[in-house]
């Protein structure tokens, strides 16, 4: 009798909705975070779409490196759309209230996009390393249909992968508190609200994590290895230097990227209280790769910044 009047409670009483309260510890002046964080938007949208017009319109650049580049630029936006514009809304108008059926949505959305931009990390070191390492074979194994296989492949991977996130909190009763000290729904961050047990939404939330990530940072690091292992071999010091400076260049973005990921998996397993750095990290790991993939990946290659002059009219002389 006792447990049929503890779940007649918890139908009772189950929220309907969240409120995102934002940044914990600054709610009285969070609302100075937009301007930066809108101009970091914008530059994520701006750049990631230059990226896809160069490449649409220089037929110099239709080859499967940048394939993977534009299809990253697609994965970027639609990792910092999935967040930004609810967290602008949260700044600007305090609309602070989101439905269980849209955060569940936002939740599986980021998991997918942050594991699709992993996947084509995957893809573009194992491309670097067929076109260092192996150039004679690079025509033959990196073609059009490598590129569709590796990106079907991937969004497969991802797009299952990442449903039990949203599922399992769905099934979590939430009861009393409806507040989550949070910009955006993240998973743990949901489901620490319930009121039963939510050991299972931690256990997978690591289990995908050090899985499913650690594969795809295991095969970079591996990828990245032999390429440097190779380019110390050549006899030529600028070709040499020029491939360790974007090996590099692209390993420092990977390394903030997967180093992110960490931190906030270690300090939600710790069972800490969200304090103001992990969610500001949880933010800005949606919002600054997408910025600044554009200009690592892309804008330090010669030909996209020739077709960039292109674009913008601009004279080239000299570049």
């Known amino acids: 009798m006792l447990q049929d009047l503890t779940h007649s409670n918890i139908s009772k009483f189950r929220v309907s909705e969240f409120i995102l309260m934002g940044f914990p510890g600054i709610h009285a002046w969070q609302h100075w975070l937009s301007l930066p964080l809108a101009l970091l938007y914008l530059l994520a949208l701006t750049a990631n779409i230059l990226i896809l017009v160069i490449i649409k319109q220089e037929a110099t650049l239709h080859q499967p490196m940048y394939y993977f580049l534009g299809i990253l630029a697609v994965v970027d936006m639609g990792l910092a759309t999935t967040i930004m514009p609810k967290i602008l809304a949260i700044l600007w108008f305090s609309a602070k209230a989101i439905s269980l059926p849209e955060c569940f949505a936002q939740m599986y959305a980021i998991h997918c996009f942050v594991a699709m931009e992993s996947g084509i990390f995957v893809c573009m070191a194992i491309d670097r390393y067929v076109a260092i390492c192996r150039p004679l074979h690079y025509p033959s194994v990196v073609t059009e249909s490598f590129v569709v296989k590796a990106t079907m492949l991937m969004a497969l991977r991802n797009s299952l992968a990442t449903i039990p996130v949203p599922v399992l909190a769905a099934q979590r009763h939430y009861c009393s508190q409806n507040q989550i000290e949070h910009c955006l729904c993240s998973n743990l961050g949901v489901t620490r609200l319930s009121c039963d047990d939510r050991t299972i939404n931690s256990i997978y939330q690591v289990l995908l994590a050090w899985t499913l990530m650690g594969s795809d940072l295991g ?79 892309a804008l330090k290659n010669r030909e996209l910044r020739q077709g960039l002059y292109k674009v913008l009219k601009l004279d080239n002389k000299g570049n």
């Open 219 to 297: 095969l970079i690091f591996l990828s990245y290895s032999l390429i440097l292992h190779s380019v110390l071999k050549l006899n030529s010091a600028e070709a040499a230097s020029k491939a360790l400076s974007t090996c590099t260049s692209h390993l420092i973005l990977i390394l903030f990227f997967y180093s992110v990921i960490i931190v906030i998996s270690i300090t939600h397993s710790a069972a800490m209280t969200v304090p103001l750095i992990p969610v500001l990290l949880n933010v800005l790991h949606n919002v600054i790769p997408p910025a600044l993939n554009p200009m690592v990946y």
